[in-house]
Structure formats: structure tokens, C-alpha cells
């Protein structure tokens, strides 16, 4: 029940330039991961595919303020 709340912060921290944090993340991950594989793949997967769907999205948003501001600029 907690895994799938806190995997996402988890693995973000598991990259934070504290090493305390960081060591922390992974001793908690490690924990979560030896006691349910299945689930842990499965939070890693959603996690994954989430972050892939928020970087398409601000590709995305980005693209369009790009267009803008070329449509403004030929504009005057």
C-alpha cells in the first residue's frame, strides 16, 4: 500500500546531491524492493512511464512557446 505513494519521491531522491538523502533513498528502496519484487517493477514502470509523459509534455509545451514567440516576431 505505501510503495506505489512513495516511489516516485523515493527515486528522485535516490539522485539528490545530499549524500545522506541519497543514501537513505536507496536503503529504503532496497528495503521495499527484497520484499516485493513484482511490486517494486511495477512502481518502477509506472514511474518511468510517467516521467516519460511529463518530459513529452513539456517538449510539447515548450515547442509551442517557440512557435509563439516566432509568430510575434514576424509579426514586429
Not at 4 to 30: C, D, M, Y
Not at 52 to 72: D, N, S
Given at each position: ?55 513529452a509534455k513539456e517538449e510539447k509545451r515548450e515547442a509551442m512557446w517557440k512557435r509563439l514567440e516566432a509568430a ?5
Amino acid at each position: 500500500m505505501i510503495l506505489p505513494l512513495v516511489f516516485g519521491a523515493l527515486e528522485r531522491n535516490s539522485h539528490h546531491w545530499n549524500q545522506a538523502v541519497h543514501n537513505l533513498s536507496q536503503n529504503v528502496k532496497k528495503i521495499f524492493q527484497e520484499m516485493d519484487k513484482e511490486l517494486f517493477h511495477r512502481c518502477m514502470n509506472e514511474f518511468l512511464k510517467a516521467e516519460a509523459e511529463a518530459k513529452a509534455k513539456e517538449e510539447k509545451r515548450e515547442a509551442m512557446w517557440k512557435r509563439l514567440e516566432a509568430a510575434t516576431a514576424l509579426r514586429g
